[in-house]
């Protein structure tokens, strides 16, 4: 069964511009979640998809955004990068939602913004 | 203060020796506890999780919760190099609102065997 996969898995970008990551879950699995990990931060809670609907956000600005597709691929968005951004976009798939359920993560997309 | 606080470590032992991770973590209402690792350059994996107060053995591997103490740990007995990683506790509230998706994450501690 094939994992979490995410592409692109390194970017590089400048302060200003947009990006836009893609998380595609196992299959099977409804509910996607982002994270964004940096080393003073650590893991944070980027949003939660299920069924194309947002269902979870976190204490992020509105530059991050999100959707989901119906075939339960995600897509991320940033948008007027600022240095800060830069860090590991982790996205984590999981079978429901509802419950808790075993988050499955991708191995992440590493943005750099300059 | 954080919901979940980790030392960080960084944490060096001789392979072999037992390992003891630890997490605090403030929120009375969570209610699911996990274990990840997490390889350099990889995403984490779960390696555990604990529902209720109690132990958890898997293997090389014990989870322990402390519901009263909001306190809890991860046993590594008889350490590998290969068990050198970063280990991340997560916690998360029960089903619903808020919750939805979201795991709380302690600041993941860094853990080398040496051989």
């Known amino acids: 069964k094939a994992g979490v996969t995410q592409t692109p898995r390194y970017l590089i970008k400048t302060r200003g511009q947009q990006v836009t990551l893609s998380c595609s879950p196992i299959?099977?699995?409804?509910?996607v979640s982002w994270y964004q990990q940096t080393p003073g931060q650590g893991l944070q809670f980027l949003f939660e998809?299920?069924?194309?609907?947002?269902?979870n956000k976190g204490n992020f600005p509105g530059r991050f955004s999100g959707r989901q597709f119906s075939n339960s691929r995600s897509e991320m968005n940033v948008s007027t990068l600022e240095l800060g951004d830069s860090a590991l976009y982790l996205c984590?798939?999981?079978?429901?939602?509802?419950?808790?359920?075993?988050?499955?993560f991708g191995p992440g997309t590493r943005l750099t913004v300059l | 203060q954080k919901e979940v606080e980790q030392d960080p470590g960084p944490l060096s032992v001789p392979e072999g020796a037992i390992v003891s991770l630890n997490c605090t973590y403030s929120n009375s209402a969570f209610q699911y506890f996990m274990w990840y690792r997490q390889y350099s350059r990889k995403g984490p994996e779960l390696l555990m999780y604990?529902?209720?107060?109690g132990n958890k053995e898997d293997g090389r591997f014990t989870a322990q919760v402390d519901k009263s103490s909001k306190y809890i740990s991860l046993f590594i007995r008889d350490s590998q190099p290969s068990d050198s990683a970063t280990y991340l506790c997560?916690?998360?509230?029960?089903?619903?609102?808020?919750?939805?998706?979201?795991?709380?994450f302690g600041q993941g501690t860094i853990l080398t065997v040496h051989p």
């Open positions: 604990t529902y209720s107060s």
């Open positions: 984590a798939s999981s079978k429901q939602g509802a419950h808790y359920n075993e988050q499955f």
């Open positions: 998809y299920f069924s194309e609907t947002q269902r």
């Open positions: 299959s099977g699995h409804r509910s």
């Open positions: 997560a916690l998360t509230l029960n089903a619903g609102g808020t919750s939805y998706g979201k795991l709380t």
